[in-house]
């Protein structure tokens, strides 16, 4: 390994350990509930835009920031606001799958990506090079990741909430392999590259949900 590609490991270690925070909202679920958790997820994002409106007027700068957001709404907005619709919207038992995915796939996806070549496919986008997906090692990783991820889910679920569950083998593979897809797959709107971490939890949210209702 290069000394380049170790200096981008290191800190891609360090952005995918302030990443691993997200793992507070799963915890808030099962301390708090639902509503509760909400509300919390709630006032992080109020207090993130406010920061994340002082950084880009160039008041303060924050560690972790990618050069590319230099001058445009950081991921960590993304990752609060996706947060708070997955636990809005989906049942506890998805929601926790769903933040786990993103907060320990994507970081696993990160980690891979760090040491192989091609990985930065959403930057490559935004460059105007065209439709790219993350080398086949980042995407195996990340979807093995993201099965143990929804196999965990599936034990706290029948753990914490009792009665009929909803996430079954096929449910929480179907939802591991859509949060795959979010990552390795760079979806875009008008031109846009959306941020994985908001399509990541929605996504594979949306699909277990419907995968439960099969």
């Known amino acids: 390994m290069g000394s380049q590609q170790r200096a981008t490991l290191v800190m891609e270690i360090k952005r995918k350990v302030i990443h691993l925070s997200g793992l507070s909202v799963p915890a808030a679920i099962l301390l708090f509930g639902k509503v509760a958790t909400v509300g919390l997820v709630?006032?992080?994002l109020v207090a993130a835009l406010l920061l994340e409106r002082r950084r880009l007027a160039g008041k303060i700068r924050l560690p972790a920031v990618r050069d590319h957001e230099a001058d445009r709404v950081a991921s960590y907005i993304y990752y609060i606001l996706g947060a708070l619709l997955t636990v809005l919207i989906f049942s506890p038992a998805i929601a926790i799958a769903a933040m786990l995915m993103?907060?320990?796939g994507?970081?696993?996806s990160g980690i891979i990506g760090s040491i192989v070549r091609g990985s930065a496919v959403r930057n490559q986008i935004m460059e105007g090079q065209g439709w790219r997906l993350k080398p086949l090692p980042v995407v195996a990783g990340t979807?093995?990741?993201c099965l143990l991820v929804g196999y965990g889910a599936f034990l706290i679920e029948g753990r914490f909430f009792p009665g009929?569950?909803?996430l079954a083998f096929p449910v929480y593979v179907t939802g591991a392999a859509a949060a795959t897809f979010a990552?390795?797959?760079p979806l875009s709107f008008r031109k846009r590259v959306i941020d994985d971490n908001f399509t990541i939890p929605v996504l594979s949210g949306?699909?277990?949900f419907?995968?439960?209702?099969?």
Request: a negative charge.
């Open 206 to 208: 949306s699909v277990m």
């Open 143 to 145: 979807f093995a990741v």
């Open 106 to 108: 994507d970081a696993a």
């Open 42 to 44: 709630a006032l992080a």
């Open 164 to 166: 009929p569950g909803a």
């Open 210 to 214: 419907f995968a439960s209702l099969l």
């Open 183 to 185: 990552d390795a797959v």
């Open 102 to 104: 993103l907060s320990l």
